[in-house]
Structures are given as structure tokens and as C-alpha cells.
């Protein structure tokens, strides 16, 4: 009796597995080939709009989802000792598929086609790295980006600094509200921004109304106006003043977190001992938020290196204002020039590389 | 010796303490806060008063003489049609819309399981792999664009969505994969070990216990990821192009400063258009803002 159950059994467990494999298999095929009808589907032109909105929200947000779930089903499936093996790379093999197809290895192909010519067919050695150190463009690109590294950690973090070390002092409320005023820019994106400020440097010649704040008040002030943004080198300063508009709110929010960090006592002792405000700031405060002023200088620093959106949208590189990173986009995506796009990129690269080093080499002592 | 000092003394202020303090702050603090205030209000300000402003009115005259004399001024909405309308703004929002919200859920999806993984999961390479995220963080965008551009051209893939969304995944996903760690890793290990012992699936422990505990990470971190798609600029030029169907918001407004760059009337409220999501996701999640922006300060 039981030897016969236990027959049963075991034909039941070979009859299953072939339609189990199968299903296995269909479900992720099915996935597949629903989502590449999909992406085709959103390719249509003539398909109307309406539906090509429904669809992309549904495979953008459901999509993924959906091959998590079915390639799960098809581990699960496998034998136990197998399915316990590759469980992991399931949840954890998509994310390395896209970080080696999206940064890996597209890095490691600048690398090599910044050796390249202009289409990327012929090794031309240096070349591209030669133009990028001697051009007299170039020269001028490197300069700006050099006087944007410099001046903009400068003022967002000195300002930032004393903007929280003032509010600080105030009521809670109109402390609350001075930071929220100061911070509201970094929700505007680098695009929006340009235009507000282009509308503050907008020039007309003399005689005519002047909208534009700036020579507005320049004209006010018995002034004639002036086009900023070709007086050459200065109209860097100009396009600098909308990144430090930017992020003194940055450096502002995380001071300020520092600056409640220091122990009023030590104020309080530093004040009895008849340091004055000014002291107490440079003597006190500063050397115990230099910490956070290093990684908020840090930060702002990566973020200057890779300025691309204001240059592009004031004045497009012209009179003088390139960047490396807008230059990258120039030679790479305008003039087609793919060499040197790529070089300019590595040296963006080699620039951030330090930074990358420490915090690897951090990761691996924490852990 | 200064720790044994602080630790004796620095009981927080009391309400009578903190409120005589803040009326010592005096005037000239709080003036020059207000200058400060002023001074980085005042740009957003003049953008938001000339877009409601008809187009001769923002030529002739500033903005501040409408702002001062609000009554007598000549207001109108006609700017804000002729944008969304004639200028498309319209379609590059539901553009902007449709890219920016699976680009925020997909690498948000992909980066739990990671993280979780990460975390929790014994496989070979574990640590290399995590070490290999955190160093990719930093890693500036540029050094993909020009090869990912070319496979893109290969696939056919430019100019669509499913490669928007795919390239901000990719840039997104170490920091991401980070941050989700950080915050998975510290989920008590009693809890995962009880899912386990009631037989719980990985599957199962990741979907209805993991990510329901992630939320605050998630909301922060979806914040970020948000406002950057939404207000990136070169990833839209370089893999999506300025053909017509394709604009969204950003590269809708670079275009119109080169076409029409004296046409304040249409900038303003081209412009405005462009930062109202970015400033009602700051004013009404403020705090899950601010800790997205100083968690995501560090992208590549």
C-alpha cells in the first residue's frame, strides 16, 4: 500500500518537473517579450499620446517589478542547493548589470577613445590631452574652471557659515523662516535659475528702459548699463554669482546642524574670558565645525567640477565663459569630436578620483 | 578636559534663556539676515512678478514698479497660454512628467533589492561589490555619455523614454544602492531571523517586510532622484535631443532662451512653469527634502 503511494509519488514528481521547467521558463519569456511590445508600442509616433503616457507609466513603474517577480519564480524552481546559490545574484545581479553597462564600462571606453582620433578609429596617443593642456580655448576653459573651483566653496561656504552662525541667534520661527528663504533655490534646476538671472543681467543700451534689475540700479545710481555678460573676464564672476545663489543654502542647512553641535558652554566660557563675537566665531566655532566644513567644501567641489547647465544656457561658451564640463559636451556632442569629449571627461574624472579613493579605502577599513 | 566641561554643562537653554538671548541677537542680526533674505528672494521674486506681466509692460518698465503698484498694473495670464500652448510647454511637462516618474521607481526598486542583498545575503563578492557602489558614487556622468550615446544610436533606443529611464537608473543607482544600505543594514537582525523562522521567502521578507520598513529612505531618497531627473538638463540633450515629440521641460527652456532669448514674456512663464513642481515638492516635504539633498549631495 504505502509503496504504491510512494510510486505515486515519485511519477507525480517526474511528471511535474518537465511542466514546472516550462513554466518556469514561460514567464519570464512572457514578461520579456510583453515589455518589448510595450517599448515599441511608445516608439509609435502615430500611437496617441494618452495611451503611449498610460503605457509608459505602467512598464516604467510596474516593468521592473514584473522581471524581479518572474525571474524569483524561475529560481525558485531549481533545486534547493542551486536555487540557494543564485537567490542572491537575482536580487542583486540587475543592479550590477546596469552599473557595468551604465558607468563601468562606458568609463572604461572613454578611457581608451580619449587616446582616440575624432571618430574614435585611429590610436593618435596623447593628442587629445595635448589639445586640452595647450589650445589657447583650452587654456581659457582651464582658467574658468579653476576661478569657478576657487570662488564658489569660498563664498557658498563662508556665507552659508555665517548665515547659520546669525540665525542661530534669532527666534526659532525667524530663524525657520530666514533658512527656508536661503535654501529655496536648490529646488530650482540650474536651467530655471539661468533665466532668472539673464533677466537680472538683461542689457539695453543706453537711453532705452532698462528691465533688468542690475543696470537698472547701475542706471539709478547715475550709472550707464552694461552687458555683463560679455565683459571679458568678469562675466565669469556674473555666471559664478548664480552657483553661489544656488548653494549657500546647501552649505547653510548642514553648518548650521554643526554650528548647534558646539557646546554653548564653551561659548559662554569663551565670552566670560572677554572674547568678543568675532573672536568667539574665528577661535571657537570654526575650529569645531572645520570637520563639516571639509566635506560641505568637498561636495561643493564635485558639484562645481561637473557645472555644465549655466554656462550652456547663458552664454553658450561664448566671450570667454567655457568650462571643462560644457566644453565636454562641445567637442563631443556639437563639433563631434569624439576624442576629445572623451579626454575632457577623464580629466574631469582624475579630478574627482582622489575623492573616490578616500571614500573606497574608508568603506573597506568601516566593514 | 573640554569633554568634561560640556558634559556637566550643556543642558539645552531654557525658554526664558533662549528668548532673552534672542532679543540680545539685536537689530544688526537681524538686519542683515533680512538683507541676506532679501537678496536671495528678490531673482525668484522678479521672474514670478514679469510672468504675469503682458509682454510690453515687462519691456518698457521693471518689475518692481507692477510689484509696488499692484492695483494700478496691468496683469495677465496670457503669457502662461501662449507658453504651455504655441510653445509647447504644455507637452514637454507631461514629457517631463512621464520620463521623471518611472526614472525615480526604477532605480529606487532596483537598488532595494540590491541593498537588501547586500545586506543580508551571504554570496561570494559581497564586499567587492559594495566597495565597487560606493566608489562609482562619484563618478562624473560625463565619463558614460559619449559610449552609452553610441550603443543607444545601435539599439535605437535615442529619443525615447525607455533609454531616459534607463540612463537616470543608471546614474542613479550607486547612490542609491548606498543609501538603501545604510538604511536596510541597520534593520535589527531579530526581526529578519523571526520572518525566517516562520518561513518566510526572501521574496517575501524583502516585499512585505524590507520595503514597508524603508519607507523614510525611500521617501528621501525618491525626493532626490525626483527633482534631479526632473531638473537635469545634459542627460535630456545628449540621449533624448531637442526633436519636438521629445522636449521636456529643460530642454524646452534652453531652446526658447535661444530662439526667442529677448522675449521675456514667454521666459518668465516658461521658466516658472519649469520650477513650480521642484518648489511645491520643497515647500510641502521640506524635511524629507532637506535630508534627500544632504544624502544626495554627493552624486557623480
Known amino acids: 500500500m504505502s509503496s504504491v503511494a510512494k510510486k505515486d509519488r515519485v511519477f507525480e514528481i517526474f511528471a511535474a518537473t518537465p511542466a514546472r521547467i516550462l513554466v518556469a521558463l514561460i514567464i519570464p519569456t512572457i514578461t520579456f517579450f510583453v515589455l518589448l511590445w510595450s517599448f515599441n508600442f511608445m516608439r509609435d509616433a502615430r500611437a496617441p499620446r494618452i495611451l503611449v503616457a498610460i503605457v509608459a507609466l505602467v512598464v516604467g513603474v510596474g ?96 556665507l552659508g557659515l555665517l548665515i547659520a552662525v546669525l540665525v542661530d541667534r534669532m527666534s526659532e520661527t525667524g530663524e525657520k523662516v530666514a533658512k527656508t528663504f536661503i535654501f529655496l533655490p536648490l529646488a530650482i534646476s540650474f536651467v530655471g535659475a539661468s533665466v532668472i538671472w539673464r533677466f537680472i543681467y538683461f542689457y539695453q543700451p543706453p537711453g532705452m528702459a532698462q528691465p533688468g534689475l542690475l ?68 577661535n571657537v566655532i570654526i575650529p569645531y565645525v572645520s570637520g563639516t566644513i571639509l566635506t560641505v567644501t568637498t561636495t561643493i567641489l564635485i ?32 563639433f563631434r569630436h569624439f576624442g576629445r569629449g572623451a579626454a575632457l571627461a577623464t580629466l574631469l574624472f582624475i579630478g574627482v578620483l582622489p575623492i573616490m579613493i578616500r571614500n573606497m579605502k574608508s568603506m573597506k577599513e568601516r566593514r | 578636559m573640554s569633554t568634561s566641561v560640556s558634559t556637566t554643562t550643556v543642558a539645552p537653554l531654557t525658554v526664558q534663556q533662549k528668548r532673552i538671548r534672542a532679543i540680545l541677537a539685536g537689530i544688526p542680526v537681524r538686519l542683515t539676515v533680512l538683507a541676506l533674505v532679501v537678496i536671495w528672494t528678490v531673482p525668484t521674486l522678479g521672474l514670478l512678478v514679469s510672468s504675469f506681466r503682458p509682454a510690453a509692460a515687462i519691456r518698457n518698465t521693471g518689475w518692481w514698479t507692477a ?62 561589490v559594495f566597495i565597487i557602489v560606493v566608489g562609482l558614487m562619484v563618478v562624473p556622468l560625463q565619463m558614460s555619455l559619449i559610449p552609452v550615446l553610441r550603443v543607444y544610436t545601435d539599439l535605437r533606443l535615442n529619443g525615447t523614454y525607455l533609454g531616459m529611464w534607463l540612463a537616470h537608473t543608471g546614474f542613479g543607482l550607486p547612490l542609491a544602492t548606498y543609501l538603501l544600505y545604510g538604511y536596510i543594514s541597520s534593520i535589527p ?13 526572501p521574496m517575501l521578507t524583502f516585499t512585505r517586510l524590507i520595503m514597508p520598513l524603508s519607507v523614510p529612505a525611500v521617501a528621501s531618497f525618491a525626493i532626490f532622484q525626483f527633482l534631479w531627473v526632473w ?7 545628449v540621449f533624448l535631443g531637442t526633436r519636438s515629440a521629445n522636449v521636456i521641460v529643460t530642454t524646452r527652456l534652453a531652446e526658447l532662451v535661444g530662439s526667442r532669448g529677448q522675449d521675456w514674456h514667454v521666459l518668465t512663464a516658461g521658466a516658472f512653469l519649469t520650477i513650480i513642481i521642484p518648489l511645491i515638492v520643497f515647500l510641502s516635504l521640506q524635511r524629507f527634502f532637506v535630508r534627500g539633498m544632504m544624502a544626495g549631495s554627493v552624486k557623480g
Open chain 2, 67 to 128: 510689484f509696488f503698484a499692484p492695483f494700478t498694473a496691468d496683469w495677465t495670464l496670457a503669457n502662461y497660454i501662449q507658453v504651455i500652448g504655441a510653445d509647447r510647454m504644455g507637452l514637454a511637462f507631461s514629457n517631463s512628467l512621464l520620463i521623471t516618474i518611472p526614472a525615480t521607481v526604477i532605480p529606487i526598486t532596483i537598488a532595494a533589492f540590491a541593498a537588501f542583498a547586500l545586506a543580508w545575503m551571504e554570496f561570494p563578492g559581497r564586499k567587492i
Open chain 2, 189 to 201: 537582525k531579530e526581526i529578519l531571523e523571526s520572518a525566517h523562522a516562520d518561513g518566510a521567502s
Open chain 1, 63 to 158: 516593468g521592473v517589478w514584473a522581471l524581479y517577480l518572474a525571474l524569483n519564480h524561475l529560481v525558485t524552481q531549481m533545486p534547493i542547493r542551486l536555487r540557494d546559490s543564485l537567490l542572491p545574484y537575482v536580487f542583486v545581479g540587475p543592479a550590477l548589470a546596469v552599473l557595468t553597462a551604465y558607468i563601468v564600462l562606458p568609463s572604461l571606453r572613454t578611457v581608451t577613445l580619449s587616446l582616440m582620433n575624432r571618430a574614435g578609429t585611429e590610436f593618435v596617443g596623447l593628442d587629445n590631452y595635448i589639445f586640452a593642456f595647450t589650445d589657447p580655448s583650452m587654456l581659457i576653459t582651464l582658467r574658468n574652471t579653476l576661478l569657478w573651483l576657487v570662488v564658489v566653496p569660498a563664498f557658498t561656504v563662508s
Open chain 1, 215 to 282: 543696470n537698472a540700479i547701475v542706471v539709478a545710481l547715475g550709472g550707464s548699463p552694461q552687458g555683463w555678460l560679455t565683459i571679458r573676464p568678469w562675466n565669469n564672476f556674473f555666471l559664478i554669482a548664480i552657483m553661489i545663489w544656488l548653494q549657500t543654502g546647501f552649505a547653510m542647512v548642514i553648518l548650521s546642524a554643526a554650528v548647534k553641535g558646539v557646546p554653548g558652554d564653551l561659548l559662554d566660557a569663551a565670552r566670560i574670558d572677554g572674547a568678543g563675537e568675532v573672536r568667539v566665531f574665528f
Open chain 1, 303 to 334: 558639484l562645481v567640477l561637473k557645472i555644465f547647465d549655466v554656462v550652456f544656457v547663458m552664454t553658450s561658451g561664448q566671450f570667454q565663459t567655457g568650462v571643462v564640463a560644457f566644453r565636454m559636451y562641445q567637442e563631443a556632442f556639437i
Open chain 2, 231 to 237: 531638473n537635469d538638463l545634459l542627460v535630456a540633450l
